[in-house]
């Protein structure tokens, strides 16, 4: 037999190489994937992998989750933080419009202090005005009276006030609604030292709604979810009678409050004292039933600036009444 030649090489033609990689399946390979894959599924970078996405469709993504699903997200990197931070105002303001377009109506914020016309300012503040307004500050032991220095004591703005501590008040008690266990009663005249932090601590928390739509947003979704166990609550109690909203399974759990704006009983009765939760279904305030129309109509925003015009008369005609007695 003769040996292969350049000549051969040519008619055979090149040779093709078909070695592959071995296959590793060692144990410590093993180990070494399940890290990799581990590593793979942090927050931090999924958080990374979602922000790369489209800025306008994470807004959307975003948009979707509760106010509180919000604030646990804020806390997931400093990244997502910063994001939240950047688009707050929008975030809050599309998931108010699609989650609480009737609580956001009935629960206006009242308006700070600063954002009131200087010329203005001080006649809300004035000693005499604040001492008529005695009757509307110290009536109610689960509600902390504003600090006339930050927010507007117009009549509306008082009531706004009220309303939002109201929401913090009742949700604190709903697990005991819930359960039957009995709030705790406080005797007519007393300050006991517990209800005295409680509604300073709900107080705070409706001061930081005054300057942050998002926390605004998490106080109107509180409400939803007080408002839709009260419901769920009096429902099961086959023995009450009174007329209701009708709410759904899927109402309940859809995290809108669509299901508000059907007709139901009157809703706007402030409720003076703790003893009233027990038969408190919904509280809406600033809305009334239009039969006409056949919705419910709600008190305009600028309602605020109605009240502050009637103040201004009222210090021009002291005024008034000062320089001809002065005369």
């Known amino acids: 037999?003769?040996?292969?030649?350049?000549?051969?090489?040519?008619?055979?033609?090149?040779?093709?190489?078909?070695?592959?990689?071995?296959?590793?399946?060692?144990?410590?390979?093993?180990?070494?994937?399940?890290?990799?894959?581990?590593?793979a599924k942090k927050p931090g970078r999924e958080s990374q992998d979602l922000l790369a996405l489209p800025y306008e469709l994470v807004l959307e993504i975003v948009t979707l989750l509760r106010p509180s699903d919000i604030f646990n997200l804020a806390r997931v990197s400093r990244?997502?933080?910063?994001?939240?931070?950047?688009?707050?105002?929008?975030?809050?303001?599309?998931?108010?419009?699609?989650?609480?377009?009737?609580?956001?109506?009935?629960?206006?914020l009242p308006v700070v202090m600063q954002n009131i016309d200087p010329s203005i300012r001080n006649y809300v503040q004035s000693p005499e005005r604040q001492d008529l307004l005695t009757i509307h500050k110290k009536p109610y032991q689960h509600v902390q009276p504003p600090d006339p220095a930050e927010v507007?004591?117009?009549?509306?703005?008082?009531?706004?006030?009220?309303?939002?501590?109201?929401?913090?008040?009742?949700?604190?008690?709903?697990?005991?609604?819930?359960i039957g266990e009995p709030i705790p009663m406080i005797a007519r005249g007393k300050h006991p030292e517990w209800n005295q932090a409680l509604i300073a601590s709900n107080a705070v928390i409706v001061q930081k709604a005054l300057r942050s739509p998002l926390w605004h947003a998490r106080l109107l979704e509180a409400h939803l979810?007080?408002?839709?166990?009260?419901?769920?609550?009096?429902?099961?109690?086959?023995?009450?009678?009174?007329?209701?909203?009708?709410?759904s399974r899927e109402e309940m759990e859809s995290g809108s409050?669509?299901?508000?704006?059907?007709?139901?009983?009157?809703?706007?009765?402030?409720?003076f004292h703790r003893d009233n939760y027990y038969m408190l279904e919904a509280y809406l305030p600033n809305r009334g039933w239009n039969a006409d129309r056949e919705s419910?109509?709600?008190?305009?925003?600028?309602?605020?600036?109605?009240?502050?015009?009637?103040?201004?008369?009222?210090?021009?005609?002291?005024?008034k009444t000062a320089t001809e007695a002065g005369a």
């Open 257 to 271: 409050d669509l299901f508000l704006e059907r007709s139901g009983p009157p809703s706007f009765d402030f409720p």
């Open 296 to 319: 419910w109509m709600y008190v305009p925003a600028e309602q605020h600036d109605t009240d502050l015009q009637y103040i201004v008369k009222w210090v021009e005609r002291l005024q």
């Open 152 to 178: 507007c004591t117009c009549l509306t703005c008082l009531l706004r006030w009220s309303s939002l501590c109201l929401i913090v008040d009742f949700a604190h008690w709903q697990r005991n609604l819930d």
């Open 225 to 247: 979810d007080s408002t839709t166990r009260s419901i769920r609550r009096h429902a099961a109690n086959k023995g009450n009678k009174r007329r209701r909203f009708r709410m």
């Open 1 to 39: 037999m003769r040996k292969m030649d350049a000549s051969d090489d040519e008619e055979l033609g090149e040779l093709e190489d078909k070695t592959e990689a071995l296959t590793l399946r060692s144990k410590r390979t093993e180990r070494a994937r399940k890290r990799q894959a581990k590593k």
């Open 79 to 108: 990244t997502y933080h910063e994001f939240i931070v950047q688009e707050e105002c929008r975030i809050s303001r599309d998931i108010t419009s699609w989650r609480y377009a009737c609580l956001d109506k009935c629960f206006r």
